[in-house]
């Protein structure tokens, strides 16, 4: 840029007062800012515009077509919307992932809280540090080595899931091979990997309440389980809110665990709503069905990031 | 109960403490569990790794299972495949994220705010509504089956703008102003003031890219196609694929050596992934 020409001339005249240099100099800042705003942003804004912006309108657009990519695609309404309702892979597809995310989701929160309060008790600090280590270090693995070795730990015959349960009496568990043991298989290995970042959330917010609060609570009485309902909920309550929508935004796009571990089976009841947009588009050759179901996805996580806005004003008053 | 006579607790620990103990040792016990399971029984040789009872401890660690990963699939190939990917995504985050987060933190321009909601808008885009259009785009640029395939697409970034805008804006005014009265330019403001201000965030930037590209399976899966552009997620579950449940100990073995360079991350930058991960949970 031609930055340093446009600087305020090195040897002021005798009638530059300093206000006026000041001003002259913001002036000049700013419309070099103006000029070089651009090339900062560049990078990210064209990037974005080719690599989410177009394809979010292609996407849109695509949903009301069918199409192969070889032959033209033809326009077909909103059929492949329809779909959602009618066709009974996509539709229990998205039922499994509704019931994913709800099971999913409390099982997560309620490990994590439970966790969360119970790491705030007396304890010696490097027995915590090495709690919070152990919890947080499933998220740094990948979710597709994770369903590997979780895959060989419910398996039928010789995984130790059932050899434990042999050990107490319970007979070998067809963990895998039902439809009932799959998904739960999906859900705990999901929920395994995942309630360290819930957990993470609770004890930040835990952090934030003030002692005296509870010592207060205390005086008065309330204790225990109390005290919990009373007063650490209530104001843990934007803490929570927050780790609700994020853990159920994040539950709505379940694939790898899923695909991993049982491909969708056994029949269609391991198959999420991201799986469908996978094996409709790269396997079906259905990229209008596919488009349509992921805006529909997307739908959803848009009125899930509504609601919590409007929940925050309306209920959650300690921020 | 008593806490009405004496307000402070006593040193002797509650029934309550020990509870809270168990709790969190059985927690951590069924986390680490499995891990553990996997790394011994990747040091068990092929045909003694269904034994059971399980290992937990590797007592006699025999490396075979380690050699023959090598052998069943390119591992070489893999690991140089997701560390390019991987560090090329980091870097060209950390980069274009650093930039436009300087410039909503600081300059001023027109449209400033509107153009940030729409930043931020797109977070809420997941990758598989997107993933077709980005599909066809890719092989339209003629880069279908290409590791560029991986990096391209994966280099905006919105978190990270918002998290470098934040971390411009908590830095001080005062270092512009006397930057701009010495006559520097924005360009060299930024450049040799707040850019090496702002490593820290880029660190968690970088850390956070690094995390989820090493990791991520899905977009490997539809946008590579031959096995010379494999990742390793991606190679591991073709080899456990291929293998079955044949020597679950060589396909443990590949996914153990994967889990290495997380777990450096882990050891020595799990503050700064804490924070990050976190960061959005605390706008």
């Known amino acids: 840029m031609s930055a340093p020409t446009l600087k305020t001339p090195s040897n002021p005249t005798t009638t530059a007062a300093p206000a006026a240099r000041k001003r002259s100099t913001r002036q000049n800042k700013s419309m070099a800012e103006r000029l070089i705003a651009p090339l900062f942003l560049a990078p990210t804004v064209i990037g974005m515009a080719i690599f ?40 229990v597809s998205f039922l499994n992932t509704i019931v994913f995310v709800i099971v999913a989701v409390t099982l997560q929160l ?105 010592e207060a ?73 596919a488009s349509a179901i992921g805006l529909v996805l997307m739908m959803l996580i848009m009125a899930i990031t509504a609601l919590q806005f409007r929940l925050s004003r309306r209920f959650v008053f300690y921020q | 109960m008593s806490t009405l006579i004496q307000p402070r607790k006593t040193r002797l620990p509650r029934p309550g403490t020990a509870l809270r103990i168990a709790v969190l040792l059985v927690a951590a016990a069924l986390t680490l569990g499995p891990v553990l399971w996997t790394l011994s029984t990747s040091l068990r040789t092929p045909s003694e790794s269904f034994n059971l009872p399980p290992q937990f401890l590797p007592l006699n660690p025999d490396f075979s299972s380690y050699a023959q990963v090598f052998q069943q699939v390119d591992m070489i190939l893999l690991v140089l495949n997701s560390a390019l990917v991987t560090l090329l995504i980091a870097v060209g985050q950390m980069t274009t994220a650093a930039l436009a987060g ?39 640029m003629g880069l279908s089956d290409t590791l560029l395939a991986l990096i391209l697409p994966a280099i905006p970034t919105a978190f990270g703008t918002f998290l470098m805008r934040q971390y411009f804006l908590g830095l001080p005014n005062d270092f512009a102003e006397a930057a701009s009265l010495d006559g520097a330019s924005p360009w060299r403001t930024f450049r040799s003031v707040y850019a090496p201000l702002a490593v ?48 679950i100990s060589v396909v443990l073995a590949g996914v153990i050596l994967s889990m290495i360079p997380a777990l450096v991350v882990f050891i020595f930058g799990q503050r700064t992934l804490r924070e990050g991960l976190t960061a959005g949970a605390s706008k």
């Not at chain 1, 790491?119 to 693995?141: D, E, K, T």
């Not at chain 1, 004890?203 to 005296?212: N, Q, W």
């Not at chain 2, 705010?113 to 259009?133: D, K």
């Open chain 2, 200 to 247: 820290p965030g880029m660190a968690i930037v970088g850390i956070l890219a690094f995390n989820f590209h090493w990791n991520e399976f899905f977009r490997p899966l539809i946008l590579t196609i031959s096995q010379e552009n494999y990742t390793l997620p991606l190679g591991l579950v073709t080899l456990q694929g291929n293998l079955g449940t044949g020597s």
């Open chain 1, 110 to 214: 309620g490990i994590a809280m439970v966790l969360a309060v119970a790491i705030q008790g007396r304890m010696p600090n490097w027995l915590r540090v090495f709690f919070r280590s152990a919890f947080f270090f499933p998220l740094i693995l990948s979710a597709a080595s994770v369903s590997i070795f979780m895959g060989y730990l419910f398996n039928e015959q010789f995984g130790v899931v059932n050899w434990m349960l042999s050990v107490v009496g319970v007979p070998a568990v067809p963990w895998l091979t039902t439809s009932g043991g799959a998904a739960a298989v999906v859900v705990l290995v999901y929920v395994w990997q995942n309630f360290g970042f819930s957990f993470l959330l609770f004890v930040g917010g835990l952090a934030s309440i003030p002692k005296e609060l509870h």
């Open chain 1, 217 to 289: 609570s205390a005086l008065d009485g309330a204790t225990g389980w109390r005290q919990f309902v009373n007063v650490t909920l209530p104001l843990l309550s934007p803490t929570v809110l927050v780790a609700s929508v994020m853990a159920i935004i994040s539950a709505l796009q379940v694939f790898d665990q899923p695909y991993v571990l049982t491909r969708g089976g056994p029949g269609d009841s391991t198959r999420t709503a991201v799986m469908v947009i996978f094996e409709s588009a790269f396997q079906q050759l259905e990229f209008g069905r």
């Open chain 1, 52 to 91: 989410t912006i177009v394809p979010i309108l292609a996407s849109v657009l695509l949903a009301f077509f069918r199409w192969d990519i070889i032959s033209a695609p033809e326009f077909v309404g909103f059929s492949n919307f329809a779909d959602i309702v009618s066709d009974p892979t996509v539709r």
């Open chain 2, 102 to 140: 300087y410039a909503f933190a600081r300059l001023s321009f027109k449209g400033k705010n509107a153009l940030f909601s729409i930043v931020l808008a797109t977070m809420m885009v997941p990758v598989q509504v997107t993933i077709v259009p980005v599909f066809m785009l890719i092989r339209g």
